[in-house]
């Protein structure tokens, strides 16, 4: 009997992972990670002018373990909800946009001249 309930234990992770992949969520991951990665080069060259403190990179790291999955949940939310004003706006671009850009777009991480406070950290997409 625990056997069987293991089995239907990985049928239905089988069956949320197909669902994520299928509905984009995977692409909205991939995405951002890429962006994040093309901001983290561009973040790179600008720091070589800056220079932080070591507990600066150490807040920035540890804010950004609790930033970053909340805004991966926000931007998968406003994704879903993008689609679906899509769908109920019969491809009317105008809302999908704004809720696409208000949701996914913005910081992914927290920078350490965040936490120097010489720029501001942008949740939400502008």
Not at 16 to 35: E, K, P, R, T, Y
Not at 117 to 124: D, K, T
Request: proline share 5%; charged share 10%; with cysteine.
């Amino acid at each position: 009997m625990r056997g069987c309930s293991k089995a239907r234990e990985v049928a239905l992770v089988f069956a949320l992972a197909a669902a994520l992949f299928s509905s984009g969520c995977a692409a909205l991951v991939v995405g951002a990670a890429a962006g994040g990665a093309g901001g983290g080069v561009a973040a790179a060259r600008d720091s070589q002018s800056q220079s932080h403190t070591p507990m600066t990179y150490v807040a920035s790291v540890l804010a950004s373990v609790v930033y970053f999955p909340a805004k991966v949940v926000f931007a998968g939310a406003g994704a879903v909800t993008s689609g679906a004003a899509y769908l109920v706006t019969l491809g009317n671009p105008h809302p999908v946009d704004s809720i696409w850009t208000a949701s996914v777009e913005g910081d992914y991480v927290v920078k350490p001249d965040v936490i120097d406070g010489a720029r501001p950290l942008h949740f939400v997409g502008s």
